[in-house]
């Protein structure tokens, strides 16, 4: 399998519901892409979910992926959480019975790439210097302002 390397992140002016943005560096060998985008009327959360998202479209053989983000809601959603959602039908218990998960959308598109892929998650802290994170984050709130 191939190894391949994923920096992501994500940005939303005016959470939750602004301009949001994400950004994406896929080191694989000595090939190097960076990645971004944004749409308007979204969230920080679904900006994280959709820069990973976008990145694992890019991979189209199964590979093994190293992701690093600075999101625990998305590391914690792909290594844990997504399994038990699934379960149940991509809802969580709440005081007075089922919800749908929060973004049950966009965690089912990260789930068929857990099927695809082997993903480990590394967190790595925001704004503390991570040169790849750093990109990542400068990439996804230029595309804020894009919009």
Partial sequence: MEQVTIYTDG?????????????????????RQELAGGLRNTTNNRMEMMAAIKALETIKTPSEILLY?????????????RRTWKINNWQRKEKGGWVDVKNK??????????????????????????EENELC???????????
Avoid: T
Wanted: proline share 3%; aromatic share 12%.
């Fill in 11 to 31: 940005a939303c002016a005016d959470n939750p519901r602004g301009n949001g943005g994400y950004g994406v560096v896929i080191v694989c060998g000595d090939n």
């Fill in 69 to 81: 983000s600075d999101s625990k809601y998305l590391l914690n959603g792909i290594a844990s959480w």
């Fill in 105 to 130: 959308d966009l965690w089912q598109q990260l789930d068929q790439f857990c099927a695809f892929h082997k993903i480990c998650c590394s967190w790595v802290p925001g704004h503390s210097g991570n």
């Fill in 137 to 147: 984050d400068m990439l996804a709130v230029k595309e804020i302002y894009c919009l």
